[in-house]
T-cell receptor
Framework: DAKTTQPTSMDCAEGRAANLPCNHS???????VYWYRQIHSQGPQYIIH???NNETNEMASLIITEDRKSSTLILPHATLRDTAVYYCIVRVARGSARQLTFGSGTQLTVLP | GAVVSQHPSRVICKSGTSVKIECRSL??????MFWYRQFPKQSLMLMAT?????????EQGVEKDKFLINHASLTLSTLTVTSAHPEDSSFYIC?????????????????FGPGTRLTVL
């Protein structure tokens, strides 16, 4: 699976949009970008995934650059409960039995 | 979404004892489950892949005789830490792979349990 690079930490004001970047310059054509988050002392939670088109769900939006070498996760209106470590993971498509490889992630702190 | 549970959520034991952690997929059958370990302020590290009805596959550096994994049914995998020592104290997390093509499935293939905090005194 392609390696990802994320900033170690970020702060965001409550109510503002949180934009979390991820670089994955070695991504292959059949690899998806997944985002998970882990609130302190809990198991990871799936947020969103995408291949090359931008995606949106009830939790977040995912913007993938045209060359697919980087992406941005957007939490449109961050709340205090969004404080967590956010992991960007690149892996092959659905149906693979391969595990998720977690990097160091980005610690997002939402400030009141 | 699908639910994965772990039991116990927290355990404290004496050095030298064995501890069993259960991982259950509550509303789906999982042929594959994964076990991760997370030390404080570090990321999740995969320990092993558990396949129903067959031997687990361990990652390099993980002692299979110390971390016994049993996946006897499609909804249950267990991790037993044998002769636990203080350095085994960690947060153990399992995930279960949702079967491809099953009703209710999605691209979120893996669902994670809430984790088990193990403290060895």
């Amino acid at each position: 699976d392609a390696k990802t690079t994320q900033p170690t930490s970020m702060d965001c004001a409550e109510g503002r949009a949180a934009n979390l970047p991820c670089n994955h310059s070695t991504i292959s054509g059949n690899e998806y970008v997944y985002w998970y988050r882990q609130i302190h002392s809990q198991g990871p939670q799936y947020i969103i995934h995408g291949l090359k088109n931008n995606e949106t769900n009830e939790m977040a939006s995912l913007i993938i650059t045209e060359d697919r070498k980087s992406s941005t996760l957007i939490l449109p209106h961050a709340t205090l409960r969004d404080t967590a470590v956010y992991y960007c993971i690149v892996r092959v498509a659905r149906g693979s039995a391969r595990q998720l490889t977690f990097g160091s992630g980005t610690q997002l702190t939402v400030l009141p | 979404g699908a639910v994965v549970s772990q039991h116990p959520s927290r355990v404290i034991c004496k050095s030298g004892t064995s501890v069993k952690i259960e991982c259950r997929s509550l509303d789906f059958q999982a042929t594959t489950m994964f076990w991760y370990r997370q030390f404080p302020k570090q990321s999740l590290m995969l320990m092993a892949t558990s396949n129903e009805g067959s031997k687990a596959t361990y990652e390099q550096g993980v002692e299979k005789d110390k971390f016994l994994i049993n996946h006897a049914s499609l909804t249950l995998s267990t991790l037993t830490v044998t002769s636990a020592h203080p350095e085994d104290s960690s947060f153990y997390i399992c995930s279960a792979r949702f079967p491809t093509g099953a009703p209710g499935g999605s691209y979120n293939e893996q669902f994670f349990g809430p984790g088990t905090r193990l403290t060895v005194l």
